[in-house]
């Protein structure tokens, strides 16, 4: 299955980003869980850094500084798809 990539993401409330794919899917991804299990994460306790998140360049990821990204697989696979009534 090709992952599609990112087109782009936004800071949400209670660490979570919503990330719009080249296919048009919305998806939310929380990032708590990554924050309690992997060290790096831990920065993104403060909001201020959180909120600095953009799109890597191509759309294969997303990051906050060269420490602290993720792959569009890592979110595609693991964000819960935006469902609009």
């Known amino acids: 299955m090709d992952i599609p990539k990112i087109l782009s993401v936004q800071p949400l409330e209670n660490k979570k980003l ?34 600095q998140v953009k799109v890597d360049g191509g759309g294969y990821g997303i990051s906050w500084d060269d420490m602290v990204d993720l792959s569009e697989h890592e979110v595609w696979t693991n964000a819960v798809e935006v469902v609009t009534a």
């Open 18 to 51: 919503l990330i719009k794919f080249a296919n048009g899917v919305e998806k939310i991804y929380d990032c708590k869980p990554l924050m309690e299990k992997i060290r790096p994460f831990k920065a993104l306790e403060n909001e201020g850094f959180f909120k």
